[in-house]
């Protein structure tokens, strides 16, 4: 089943009532809308309302939504539209439409000016995940350690990593697992011990 | 189950075995831990940015307050689908009936031939006498003809047509 077939699914539930489903999307988007989102805004805690007013907005237009585009890519034209109230109703000027459209979210991931816009301690926080995250990478057998790289980073499906490692797809598949699996059992413990912590 | 998580999440999962997961992911507290954690990690992996711990907790609270979509539409296409469909087949179906029923009569019309340099034979009309009581009985019976509420005065004008010329013969 495809990601785009996974949120379908989740939609389809959460139409229907389930708002455990939209839960679920909203743990896989919410670090994705919200580096979006701060592309507009530049104070972290209101990135942060903004990206839940604009949850909350996408939950009452649910019904809706009938699949045309995918899930993310209508979330995103309804984060971007809240963002911009929000700052007009601050009184602040909100970017143009070509400064900033949904297509270009789509493939938005990162870059500089994001980290810039951290507050020193989110900054703290996001930079021991990270070396949380790359040290227990750098640590993995180069066979884990290759294919959780080129899922995550290169975005390659099973079967290209399979070809490319010369090995099953099932084993591929196994290596993934328990290379995510390593790297949360290191943060496990950074993620359940902070009293601020963020994630 | 977890390892299947890891799969769902890479899009890599059959659709029953994804649909089991969906469903068993809103009530197993440790396939929604690591749904969480492996997104982090996938995010973390090309991004650093993190929310507040808070923040699902924070919308999830909100959604309680929020009413249940008991409407669905948009995904739920296809039950809406067919009631218009079936809506369609009524309406067409109705409009065929009225547009028989309503519709203005025209006398039927000989087919048009082939004119041929035939003289056509001439033939007398057969004439078969009615019975005497046949203008009272259509008279009286008129009512009941299914024409006679669609067509007003026609078949009661030719009736007293006929009968006119009853009686100049």
């Known amino acids: 089943m495809s990601d785009r ?8 539930r959460a139409q229907r009532g389930d708002k455990r489903a939209f839960e679920l999307l909203v743990e896989k988007y919410q670090r994705k809308l919200a580096r979006l989102l701060s592309r507009f805004i530049r104070d972290p805690a209101e990135v942060e309302d903004v990206t839940q007013e604009a949850f909350i907005k996408a939950y009452r237009a649910l019904p809706a939504f009938r699949g045309d585009s995918a899930f993310y890519t209508w979330l995103y034209r309804i984060g971007i539209n809240t ?12 970017p143009t439409s070509t400064e900033v459209e949904a297509d270009e979210a789509e493939g938005f991931e990162e870059g500089e000016q994001l980290r810039d816009i951290n507050t020193p301690e989110s900054v703290l926080l996001s930079k ?3 070396e949380t995250v790359n040290s227990t990478i750098e640590q993995l057998p180069e066979e884990l350690r290759t294919a959780i790289q080129m899922r ?12 490319a490692m010369n090995c099953p797809i099932g084993t591929v598949r196994s290596r993934i697992f328990r290379a995510r699996e390593a790297i949360a059992e290191q943060l496990r413990p950074l993620l359940g011990t902070r009293k601020d912590k963020r994630w | ?12 999962l059959d659709d029953t075995s994804a649909s089991q997961l969906i469903d068993s992911l809103g009530r197993d507290g440790e396939a929604l831990q690591a749904w ?25 609270s909100r959604l309680m307050a ?11 296409s296809e039950p809406r689908k067919w009631f218009a469909l079936s809506a369609a087949a009524s309406v067409a179906a109705v409009s065929l009936v009225g547009w028989l029923a309503f519709a203005p009569q025209r006398e039927a019309r000989p087919p048009q031939v082939a004119q041929a340099s035939v003289t056509p034979l001439k033939k007398q009309p057969a004439i078969v006498p ?9 008279l009286a019976h008129q009512g009941f003809s299914p024409r006679a509420s669609l067509q007003g005065m026609a078949p009661y004008v030719r009736t007293v047509s006929d009968q006119s010329q009853e009686s100049t013969k």
């Open chain 1, 5 to 12: 077939e996974i949120d379908r699914q989740l939609v389809a």
């Open chain 1, 83 to 94: 963002a911009k109230n929000y700052l007009m109703a601050m009184g602040r000027r909100a």
């Open chain 1, 128 to 130: 021991e995940i990270a």
């Open chain 1, 152 to 163: 995550e980073i290169e975005g390659m499906s099973y079967e290209d990593i399979a070809k």
């Open chain 2, 1 to 12: 189950m977890k390892d299947r998580i890891s799969a769902l999440m890479d899009g890599e």
């Open chain 2, 36 to 60: 969480r954690t492996y997104h982090l990690i996938s995010d973390a992996m090309r991004d650093g940015r993190v929310l507040s711990d808070g923040f699902t907790a924070r919308v999830a």
């Open chain 2, 66 to 76: 929020e009413p249940a979509l008991l409407a669905p539409a948009g995904l739920q």
């Open chain 2, 130 to 138: 009615l019975p005497s009581a046949t203008n009272d009985y259509l």
